[in-house]
């Protein structure tokens, strides 16, 4: 067992306590989402941070 970097994998798979550097990653990563997960129903800014991301409607910005 070598798990000593916590690191945000997905928002998906958070733990029920998040706090610490984790927290910050968390923070930074629903600060202005733009994917949504279709499984989690979870939002993040970067598709990677889900497990089934979908992309967020962007305002101001319709493309049909
Ligand atoms: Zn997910």
């Given at each position: ?15 029920k ?48």
């Amino acid at each position: 067992m070598s798990e000593k970097k916590k690191k945000l994998d997905t928002m998906c798979g958070l733990p029920k306590d998040v706090k610490g550097d984790l927290l910050d990653a968390f923070r930074e990563a629903v600060r202005k989402p733009r994917f949504y997960c279709e499984r989690c129903h979870r939002v993040a800014r970067k598709k990677r941070h889900l497990c089934k991301p979908v992309r967020l409607r962007e305002k101001g910005k319709s493309s049909r």
